[in-house]
T-cell receptor
Framework: DGGITQSPKYLFRKEGQNVTLSCEQN?????MYWYRQDPGQGLRLIYY???????QKGDIAEGYSVSREKKESFPLTVTSAQKNPTAFYLC????????????FGPGTRLTVT | GENVEQHPSTLSVQEGDSAVIKCTYS??????FPWYKQELGKGPQLIID?????GEKKDQRIAVTLNKTAKHFSLHITETQPEDSAVYFC???????????????FGQGTILTVHP
């Protein structure tokens, strides 16, 4: 059953703690992405990666970090430096060559209090 | 960078009516325009897309039109059903050189409500 999985679905943390969100795909896609979604807003790109061991900042990278050690995995760490971390986080993947279609995971809702 | 504006922000229709959502974009290099449907608490699902060498594309009750000169594209849903109720997002992307990588810039979303 191919797709993108994100875990956990809901995550609660205290302010000042780092937290890592998981994203795994078995679609054999080269590119992976992290987006943030706030109520009533579109999706904003945090980080993206086209190949293993390489990634680039998106539009709102401050306070976040990522790694891409395996093609299938692209974890996102929300650090204590992120001023407003409470949001819905979405991971996506796509092939590099040819189609641009991005396929999304089910998302992780992070609440920081 | 690219800027995508989407209108309206909310749209309410009766079952069986048509719904139209419009987007404009700023970067003339954009050449790929997908539409996503997002249900509450879920990730967006790609429902249709169009590339710049095509003016219109249809898939059953859904169609997308593209006007590259005016830099706008639209989603048309005919014979709406209550299960069409969701948030719809448009996006635009330009390929990056020979890698064909496309960074998507999203519109703000339209909340579509179809009343039975």
């Amino acid at each position: 059953d191919g797709g993108i999985t994100q875990s956990p679905k809901y995550l609660f943390r205290k302010e000042g703690q780092n937290v890592t969100l998981s994203c795994e795909q078995n679609l054999n896609h080269d590119a992976m992405y992290w987006y943030r979604q706030d109520p009533g807003q579109g999706l904003r790109l945090i980080y993206y990666s086209q190949i293993v061991n390489d990634f680039q900042k998106g539009d709102i990278a401050e306070g976040y970090s990522v790694s891409r050690e395996k093609k299938e995995s692209f974890p996102l760490t929300v650090t204590s430096a992120q001023k407003n971390p409470t949001a819905f986080y979405l991971c996506a993947s796509s092939m590099i060559a040819g189609p641009y279609e991005q396929y999304f995971g089910p998302g992780t809702r992070l609440t920081v209090t | 960078g690219e800027n995508v504006e989407q209108h309206p922000s909310t749209l309410s229709v009766q079952e069986g009516d048509s719904a139209v959502i419009k987007c404009t974009y700023s970067d003339s290099a954009s050449n790929y325009f997908p539409w996503y449907k997002q249900e509450l608490g879920k990730g967006p699902q790609l429902i249709i897309d169009i590339r710049s060498n095509v003016g219109e594309k249809k898939d059953q009750r859904i169609a997308v039109t593209l006007n590259k000169t005016a830099k706008h594209f639209s989603l048309h849903i005919t014979e709406t059903q209550p299960e069409d109720s969701a948030v719809y997002f448009c996006a635009a992307s330009a390929s990056a050189g020979g890698t064909s990588y496309g960074k998507l810039t999203f519109g703000q979303g339209t909340i579509l409500t179809v009343h039975p």
